[in-house]
């Protein structure tokens, strides 16, 4: 069974970091594809990031997140990590972990950055 749990959202003030994770079991993690999304309530659910399988020498970013959060990979751990540095009020959304290639979304950890 395809699972992915996320996990490392909370509150943070303006300016500040935090670091997501995401488990994957139930799949060979390593040839997939992983992606980060977020969502507002009211709006479409975005792309924030996404790493190549392997190693993960390919990665794209949303424009508004460019400079500022970094996907990686453990193939060790079967986890994917979204860092958020200079976190703005307009990060905050709930944000999912995704294997395209799966079709799978995991539940979702919200982030919110307010002072």
């Known amino acids: 069974q395809v699972q992915l749990v996320e996990s490392g959202g909370g509150l943070v003030q303006p300016g500040g970091s935090l670091r997501l994770s995401c488990t994957a079991s139930?799949?060979?993690?390593?040839?997939?594809?992983m992606a980060w999304y977020r969502q507002v309530p009211g709006k479409q659910r975005e792309l924030v990031a996404v790493?190549?399988?392997?190693?993960?020498?390919?990665?794209n970013y949303a424009d508004s997140v460019k400079g500022r959060f970094a996907i990686s990979r453990d193939n060790a751990k079967n986890t994917v990590y979204l860092e958020m540095d200079s976190l703005k009020p307009e990060d905050t959304a709930v944000y999912y972990c995704?294997?395209?290639?799966?079709?799978?979304w995991g539940q979702g950890t919200q982030v919110t950055v307010s002072s």
């Open positions: 790493i190549s399988s392997g190693s993960g020498g390919n990665i």
């Open positions: 995704h294997a395209p290639a799966k079709l799978a």
């Open positions: 139930g799949f060979i993690f390593r040839i997939n594809r």
